[in-house]
């Protein structure tokens, strides 16, 4: 069983959670574009994917912010390391857009 405070629930969390966000952004985009309210005029075709993938990473503060208030540096290394691979991964799939001049 895994302990309260350890490395691989850490990264478990940081795994699992931002999957979960970016399948739930996108449905709640496909929703609201559905629904009318939001608009993708003007937009370059790649911003729904940056910005989806990017809140979805950014998601993996709810469980660090709150391990840290428990104490939990295990846990909070481990969320660490998932992160920064995927922040890795959107640097280098989204540099073209980013870094054009």
């Not at 950014?58 to 295990?74: R, T, V």
């Not at 481990?78 to 980013?98: A, D, E």
Request: with cysteine.
């Amino acid at each position: 069983m895994l302990e309260k405070d350890s490395i691989i629930l850490g990264v478990i969390i940081g795994i699992v959670l931002p999957f979960v966000g970016y399948a739930v952004f996108l449905m709640l985009y496909e929703q609201l574009e559905g629904a009318g309210i939001i608009n993708t005029n003007g937009f370059s075709g790649s911003f729904r994917q940056r910005t989806t993938s990017l809140l979805a990473i950014c998601l993996n503060l709810i469980p660090f912010i709150k391990w840290s208030k428990q104490h939990g540096y295990n846990t909070m290394r481990g969320i660490i390391f998932p992160t920064l691979l995927y922040v890795g991964i959107w640097l280098y799939y989204f540099s073209s857009f980013l870094f054009a001049s």
